[in-house]
């Protein structure tokens, strides 16, 4: 069982950065793909950035191309780098876990655990 907890979220101006991170625990998160979703307030949660198990892929939304960076490093953290942000950025970001068995990519089937989600509010 992983366990992933985000932070990092809160309130920012457009055009603005931020850092999410996400933390995990349990399980063998090296050998787990990760990913960022988010849900905005009205709409369907949408897919974000993924990266590989071994940090060697990264996928992103057409959306986060080009603003947007994942990353994980040796321990047990993925983080988010969120700049030029937007209003239409705001929403709960999710970070979730993908085992091995499982595959990788943009669908959230392909995640099993999820954490709580924080809250990105991007003011114009």
Known sequence: ??????????????GGSLTL????????FSSYSMGWFRQAPGKEREFVAAIRWDGGRTYYADSAKGRFTISRDNGNTVNLQM??????????????????TTGWGKFDTQYDYWGQGTQVTVSS
């Open 21 to 28: 991170s996400c933390a995990a625990s349990g399980g063998m």
């Open 1 to 14: 069982q992983v366990h992933v907890v985000e932070s990092g979220g809160g309130l920012v101006q457009a």
């Open 83 to 100: 700049n030029s942000l937007k209003g239409e950025d705001t929403a709960i970001y999710y970070c979730a876990a993908s085992p091995p």
